[in-house]
């Protein structure tokens, strides 16, 4: 029998003690041992729990108990998370995480405490709630380089963006609406805004590469200035609006970045719609492989949770991913990439258009002109549009077979 705690009985930390007590048999058959829940720690009163003896608002009680081996954190946010994880794993107590937030800002350390004491810190829900792609990433695609990862990461955005798509209705409306369904919180910046994704495929972007990136200096853009005009005009142009987090590794350094791109209609990305994700992985042997579910949500997060907890006990070796500390040069000028630019302007015309982009740039007439400018660095693109007559009203990111 194996003992665990769990950290949070939120909606992540309650969905984990449901699977537990629901596929007790087969995760017992699964991982050779019964898995028990010992101890919960939240704040909140639960008297009417069935098991409401398990709850503690005291986490030394849990830290300092060696018949616990397990401790699941999902209480999310940098504190207490990062220091109740870090305390575990020098007591020698393994974890696992559902929290991209803390992943992002302290694995680099925390899997070196856990390397260190010779347990495990495992995080598979952190990126793609029950999607399985980290396993995956250090398993089945380990015989390959990877050369970029790039896709939907957040379910929040792709559902309002779904909506202004399907039913022209407007980000604010659609925003309230994913509210109304519980799908985006009160306070909605986290997805709205970019920062959710950017923690994931800063994640995604470690473990494929083998150094850190650090979120704080990834360049991120949200959904909060997408229109319905944008839309209208991608559509008649061939493409759908995603929120696209990419990463793609070259001579040694990283290119990372989060923003709203055009996805041509051929592409699979195209098709995910709601709250579902996306994630496709391109390695130099295997080519692209998509991962592809429900990125969020109670039940399919805490699946991935008691997938790491049953890994962990099925073998005492350690498990850890391996990245390295990266310096500041590693993280490349996101600008020096090459991309393509969807552009919406007032004032200008065609030929002055194709004066300064070249005759294959693809122009549609409408109220306004809009056009999809050849591949180019994003730095030659900007100066550009900056010599271009009248007024740019939207630029966004157009993404290339």
């Known amino acids: 029998m194996i003992n665990i705690a769990i950290l949070g009985y939120g909606t992540v930390g309650s969905g984990v003690y449901e699977v537990i007590g629901t596929n007790a048999d087969s995760i017992k058959r699964k991982a050779g041992k019964q898995i028990v829940v010992k101890k919960i720690l939240d704040l909140r009163d639960f008297d009417d729990h069935p098991q409401k003896e398990l709850f503690?608002?005291?986490?030394?009680?849990?830290?300092?108990?060696?018949?616990?081996?397990?401790?699941?954190?999902?209480?999310?946010?940098?504190?207490?998370?990062?220091?109740?994880?870090?305390?575990?794993?020098?007591?020698?107590?393994?974890?696992?995480?559902?929290?991209?937030?803390?992943?992002?800002?302290?694995?680099?350390?925390?899997?070196?405490?856990?390397?260190?004491?010779?347990?495990?810190?495992?995080?598979?829900?952190?990126?793609?709630?029950?999607?399985?792609?980290?396993?995956?990433?250090?398993?089945?695609?380990?015989?390959?380089?990877?050369?970029?990862?790039?896709?939907?990461?957040?379910?929040?955005?792709?559902?309002?963006?779904?909506?202004?798509?399907?039913?022209?209705?407007?980000?604010?409306?659609?925003?309230?609406?994913?509210?109304?369904?519980g799908y985006a919180e009160r306070n909605p910046a986290a997805d709205v805004e970019g920062h959710d994704a950017c923690r994931k495929i800063c994640i995604l972007a470690s473990l494929a590469f083998g150094k850190a990136v650090d979120s704080s200096v990834i360049h991120t853009e949200g959904i909060t200035n997408i229109t319905l005009d944008d839309v209208k005009a991608a559509e008649a142009l061939g493409y759908v609006i995603k929120l696209i987090g990419y990463t793609k590794s070259e001579e040694d350094k990283v290119i990372c970045r989060?923003?709203?791109?055009?996805?041509?209609?051929?592409?699979?990305?195209?098709?995910?719609?709601?709250?579902?994700?996306?994630?496709?992985?391109?390695?130099?042997?295997?080519?692209?492989?998509?991962?592809?579910?429900?990125?969020?949500?109670?039940?399919?997060?805490?699946?991935?949770?008691?997938?790491?907890?049953?890994?962990?006990?099925?073998?005492?070796?350690?498990?850890?991913?391996?990245?390295?500390?990266?310096?500041?040069?590693?993280?490349?000028?996101?600008?020096?990439?090459?991309?393509?630019?969807?552009?919406?302007?007032?004032?200008?015309?065609?030929?002055?258009?194709?004066?300064?982009?070249?005759?294959?740039?693809?122009?549609?007439?409408k109220t306004e002109l809009c056009f999809i400018t050849p591949a180019d660095t994003e730095e030659n693109l900007v100066k550009k549009l900056s010599m271009l007559d009248g007024e740019v009203i939207t630029t966004i990111r157009v993404m290339q077979d």
């Open 56 to 181: 503690t608002k005291n986490y030394d009680e849990i830290l300092s108990d060696n018949e616990i081996e397990i401790v699941v954190e999902t209480i999310g946010g940098l504190e207490p998370a990062y220091r109740f994880t870090k305390s575990a794993l020098l007591a020698g107590k393994s974890v696992v995480t559902s929290n991209k937030e803390l992943v992002a800002a302290h694995g680099t350390e925390l899997l070196g405490i856990a390397r260190e004491q010779n347990v495990n810190y495992l995080f598979e829900a952190s990126v793609g709630g029950g999607i399985p792609i980290i396993r995956p990433l250090n398993g089945c695609l380990a015989a390959n380089e990877i050369t970029e990862i790039f896709g939907i990461l957040n379910g929040t955005t792709n559902y309002i963006l779904t909506k202004m798509i399907k039913d022209g209705i407007s980000f604010e409306t659609a925003l309230a609406q994913a509210q109304e369904k």
């Open 258 to 365: 989060v923003s709203p791109m055009l996805v041509p209609n051929d592409n699979p990305l195209s098709g995910v719609e709601d709250v579902f994700n996306a994630i496709m992985v391109r390695g130099n042997q295997v080519g692209d492989v998509m991962f592809y579910g429900r990125g969020a949500g109670k039940l399919p997060t805490a699946s991935a949770v008691v997938a790491d907890v049953i890994d962990i006990v099925k073998g005492s070796d350690n498990k850890n991913f391996i990245w390295e500390s990266s310096d500041k040069d590693y993280i490349d000028d996101y600008k020096k990439a090459e991309i393509a630019m969807f552009v919406r302007a007032s004032g200008t015309d065609e030929a002055s258009v194709k004066a300064l982009f070249g005759d294959k740039t693809v122009v549609l007439n």
